[in-house]
Structure formats: structure tokens, C-alpha cells
């Protein structure tokens, strides 16, 4: 698999990478923990080398979950996480907090529930306007010099925290939405990264289920999706009037797969990791179907005529694409989003 690198920082990672946040909420519906955990190893012996979780998926379950499946691989891949929520003694979330002795704090037990002495790249969940940029930068420098994380940086980062993040630290990524559907990030954010040297980790490459096919006009999502109160990260992706005309957008885009022999979600992989700004591309694997069909998209390199059809798919159906500059202003305030991604 191809490796790519994060900006100019020694870490190195496979073009996609695993997503774990389905390995341990309710959140997507039913889930098999133990054939997602089954996949950890199997992706790595497929290439994969980025595995992605975070303190609050659960809170700390995914942590844990994935701990146990590497095992004695650990050291084979490149590990990150992420902290910056509050909680109440549920635990529950009850707001972010990235001052600085809070994120020490945390990223000691995101160590403890991975079992490892240090994080390849640790990630400031979300912003956190009540606490200066400064504060931040210097805590997660503090980890990096201790030998506590090799690298650090942020996601859901809009451009001016960004560039505040540059004058008092030295991020190396920021992990952010981007997938067909929402095309936020290429006005602005990817442009940046790249002229910054920060490597952009996309995640939703799947636009959370909607690329995979699985879907019919009148699909009902169980109690408990965060899908089901239609609104996807400020987006009314799930909405039926939209959701409707985005299921008719997948299967025309799983046709044009078809005739390359690849399916519908391959195509949505490829499309992300197409973009030279996306360092790689996050996707949920809850069994070994999934981590096959990922893991065979990440060579196909897609051609002027592919990119036109896909656009033209889009024009036809008349499905908003949502690439204006003001959402991406907002992002980092959003409220349609749930809170653990």
C-alpha cells in the first residue's frame, strides 16, 4: 500500500487508515466488537499502519479494544488518539476542555487503556474556545518533549486556529471531515495543510454509510444512530428530503464503479486519497468483508474521465455538494455533530 507522509515529520502511513470509532458505541447501530477487533490484525498484515481512536469512543472502550488486538504489533503501526472532552462520573461528556494540565492528565490514560509508553500522534479532539491556542500548543509540546507522544496536532480546526496553532506549536496534522458529499475542505483547509507541510487526515471518506450502497430511500436507522436526527457534522445529509436524492447518488456512483470492476465504496476511497493535499484517508472496518473491499481501493488511481462522470452524477441528481467558504469558517462550532467524532 501506498505510504504517504505527514508534512515534514518522520511519521509515515499507510493511505488509509483504520477507524475505530465503531468499535465500541451504539452510536452506527449494532456492532461485532470481536470481528472489528479481528480486522486490527488482518488490516496490518494487508498494509494498513494507521489505526485511529480516541479517549472518548465509549469513553475509552475503543482504546482498550484496539490495545488488546495489536498486542505485541504495536510498535508495527502508527497510533493515534485523541483527547480534549470534560466528563461527569458516567462517564459522559459534558463539554471540551483543552487547558493545558487537563490534556497531561488525559493522555495518561489514554496510555494506561492502550497499554504503551507513548502515542505516535495525539490530536486535540475538537477546539476549545475558552482556552488559548497558547495553552494548548504548550501542554502537547510538554508530552512531546517528555517522550510521551511523538507528534501532536489537532482536528476539526478551522484556518485561523490553525494558524495560531503554527506560531505555538509545531502540529504536523489536523484531521477533519471530507468526502464526496462535503467538499468544505477544498476551498481552504486543504490548500493550507499543504502549503503548511500538516498532514490532513480525512475522516468519513464513507460519508458515514452513505457511499457504501447499503441504503434504500425509506432506510430507518436504529434507536440510538446519532444518523437518525438527520444532521451529519452541520449537514443535512440524513434528512429524508436530501438523504433520498444522496441513496439515488450512491447507486449511480456504485454503477460507474461496477463497469471498473470496483464498487461504490471503493470509488468513495479513491476519490479522497485522489486529492495530493490528503495525507490519509479514515475508514470503519467492523469485519474482514469490509477490510478487503477498503484495503483493494487504495491503488486505484482515478482518471479525468472517472472525476467527470462522478461530477456529472452529481449535476444531474442536483445534490449539493457544499463547498462554500462560510461552512468552512464555522467548522469546530458545529452542533449537528455527535460529540465523540
Not at 460507474?256 to 493535499?277: C, E, F, M, N
Request: hydrophobic residues 35%; proline residues 3%; glycine residues 10%.
Amino acid at each position: 500500500m501506498e505510504q504517504r507522509r505527514f508534512g515534514n515529520s518522520d511519521l509515515v502511513t499507510s493511505t488509509i487508515g483504520f477507524g475505530t470509532w465503531e468499535m465500541s458505541t451504539t452510536m452506527y447501530g449494532h456492532i461485532d466488537t470481536g470481528e472489528a477487533s479481528d480486522a486490527v490484525n488482518m488490516a496490518i498484515d494487508r498494509g494498513i499502519t494507521l489505526f485511529d481512536t480516541a479517549e472518548v469512543y465509549g469513553p475509552g472502550h475503543s482504546e482498550e479494544l484496539l490495545a488488546k488486538a495489536l498486542g505485541s504489533r504495536r510498535n508495527d503501526v502508527v497510533l493515534v488518539t485523541k483527547v480534549g472532552f470534560d466528563y461527569d462520573d458516567t462517564p459522559q461528556v459534558i463539554g471540551l476542555n483543552s487547558k493545558k494540565d487537563h490534556i497531561i492528565e488525559h493522555t495518561e490514560g489514554c496510555l494506561r487503556r492502550l497499554e504503551t509508553d507513548y502515542v505516535d500522534l495525539m490530536l486535540i479532539h475538537w477546539p476549545d474556545y475558552n482556552t488559548p491556542v497558547e495553552e494548548t500548543m504548550e501542554g502537547l509540546e510538554e508530552l512531546k518533549q517528555a517522550g510521551k507522544v511523538r507528534e501532536y496536532g489537532v482536528s476539526n480546526y478551522n484556518i485561523d486556529m490553525l494558524e495560531e496553532c503554527k506560531q505555538h506549536g509545531s502540529i504536523v496534522a489536523n484531521q477533519v471531515g471530507y468526502h464526496m458529499f462535503d467538499r468544505r475542505m477544498e476551498s481552504r483547509v486543504l490548500p493550507w495543510c499543504m502549503a503548511n507541510d500538516v498532514g490532513f487526515m480525512a475522516y468519513g471518506t464513507l460519508a458515514f454509510g452513505l457511499l457504501t450502497g447499503a441504503f434504500q430511500p425509506d432506510h430507518q436507522f436504529e434507536e440510538g444512530d446519532w444518523r437518525a436526527n438527520g444532521i451529519a457534522f452541520d449537514l443535512p445529509l440524513f434528512q429524508r428530503e436530501h438523504f433520498t436524492k444522496e441513496v439515488e447518488i450512491a447507486n449511480r456512483l456504485a454503477e460507474l464503479a461496477d463497469g471498473y470492476g470496483k464498487t461504490g465504496a471503493q470509488l468513495a476511497i479513491a476519490w479522497v486519497l485522489d486529492h495530493p493535499g490528503v495525507t490519509t484517508a479514515l475508514v470503519g472496518m467492523r469485519n474482514e468483508r469490509e477490510l478487503e473491499e477498503n484495503v483493494a481501493a487504495s491503488d486505484w488511481k482515478l482518471t479525468e474521465e472517472i472525476r467527470g462522470a462522478i461530477n456529472d452524477i452529481f449535476y444531474d441528481v442536483g445534490v449539493e455538494t457544499y463547498q462554500n467558504t462560510r461552512q468552512v469558517q464555522n467548522i469546530g462550532g458545529a452542533t449537528g455533530r455527535p460529540a465523540s467524532r
